[in-house]
């Protein structure tokens, strides 16, 4: 490096000598001038001139002579060296030894390196094929050729025989809660109908005459049951049914139209849709039988809901006693169809209503009826519906 270095200072040295002594070899006039102090250059120029011809000019040109003379020796003779080196590095080329096994492996193919023989190339046709060297590694081929009597091992030709996908699994199913499948007792009915008693204003028993209990608990003693409390002349309630009911999942789940619907049972105080009672319907979000469907004349933020009582059907029978429900309260059919038919024929009359909420669009479902100087009545049934999240924990403590 260090020579080339000096090697580049004397080239440009030189550069510039030559130009001068071109010039002055081109043009008689400026040599002449320049030995005798012509009119074209002073004195002092015609100094410089002479001095630059004869102490640098001239021993540049011996020197830049002299010296690439001696680089050019010494880069020919590391040039000429170069073909001998890479002609004796020949690329392995690899085959499969046919005759001599490995003694370890006999039934393994041994591979050997053979080195191919190469002709020696004059030093004209080694400069030849170093004109323009590849500074990139080679590329292979992805299917080499193997030289002539060689030996390839065989490659196993296996075939991907295609499976039959698996069967996709059946959804795991969500066991419901245990829960006491047996009925409550004479006792606990006795608590329930006092714990109710006191769950009521002195107006819901002033103006309703049919009053229907709803535990939406998961687990007790009274939970998931429907009783039905009929209003006496005294004002004493008497229980004429309870019954095992399915109330909501308690989730937000995705409904069979395909869009992501709440199933909870919400707690509170309902009053019966008049305009809303079928024998006959049908789910369209849930896709399932509604018989004997008769709705809670509940609004919430400007929607009147889709909350019912109505029967089971198919299989949802089997799993009245648990939350298993949309979000509706379901009895058994026979039970549905008595519960429609008392109300329809014996409860139709007027109801007083529940505060609204002008500001949520949601009537209240927290028993605060309406007065306008006095109750406010409409026309319906004088059926009171209350659900609560209760089992029975505290009966004993509420009879306290």
């Not at 509940?298 to 949802?316: F, S």
């Amino acid at each position: 490096m260090l020579a080339l270095r000096h090697l580049s200072v004397l080239y440009l040295a030189a550069a510039s000598s030559f130009t001068v002594a071109i010039a002055l070899a081109d043009h008689p006039a400026w040599n002449t001038a320049a030995h005798t102090g012509a009119r074209f250059v002073g004195e002092q120029g015609a100094t410089a001139a002479l001095a630059l011809n004869d102490y640098v000019v001239q021993p540049g040109w011996a020197l830049t002579k002299t010296a690439s003379v001696a680089m050019f020796k010494v880069a020919s003779d590391k040039f000429n060296m170069m073909p001998q080196q890479v002609a004796t590095r020949a690329k392995p080329v690899v085959v499969a030894q046919a005759k001599h096994p490995a003694p370890k492996k006999p039934e393994a193919v041994k591979q050997t390196i053979v080195a191919s023989a190469q002709p020696k190339k004059t030093v004209i046709e080694q400069k030849q094929d170093l004109v323009t060297p590849d500074l990139r590694p080679p590329i292979l081929d992805s299917k080499p050729v193997a030289p002539p009597n060689t030996v390839v091992a065989s490659v196993p030709n296996y075939t991907l025989v295609p499976q039959a996908p698996a069967a996709p699994k059946a959804p795991a199913q969500i066991a419901p809660p245990p829960i006491d499948a047996r009925p409550p007792t004479a006792a606990e009915l006795a608590r329930v109908t006092t714990h109710f008693h006191q769950s009521l204003t002195k107006e819901m028993l002033a103006n309703f005459e049919l009053f229907l209990y709803v535990s939406k608990a998961d687990r007790g003693a009274v939970a998931q049951r429907m009783y039905v409390f009929q209003k006496q002349s005294s004002g004493d309630l008497v229980m004429l049914y309870n019954w095992p009911v399915s109330t909501g999942r308690e989730l937000v789940e995705m409904a069979a139209n395909g869009t992501m619907q709440p199933s909870f049972t919400p707690a509170g105080y309902y009053e019966l849709d008049p305009k809303r009672m079928y024998v006959h319907h049908f789910s369209g979000q849930w896709k399932q039988p509604m018989p004997y469907a008769m709705f809670f004349n509940w609004e919430d933020h400007g929607y009147q809901t889709g909350l019912a009582i109505h029967g089971a059907d198919g299989p949802d029978v089997g799993l009245l006693g648990t939350r298993a429900s949309a979000g509706c309260v379901r009895i058994a059919p026979e039970h549905a169809r008595v519960l429609f038919s008392l109300i329809k024929n014996n409860y139709k009359g007027l109801m007083p209503k529940f505060a609204y909420d002008k500001r949520t669009a949601t009537m209240s479902n927290q028993g605060v009826l309406v007065h306008g100087g006095r109750l406010e009545m409409a026309d319906g049934y004088k059926v009171l519906v209350f659900i609560e999240n209760y089992g029975g924990e505290n009966v004993v403590a509420a009879l306290f």
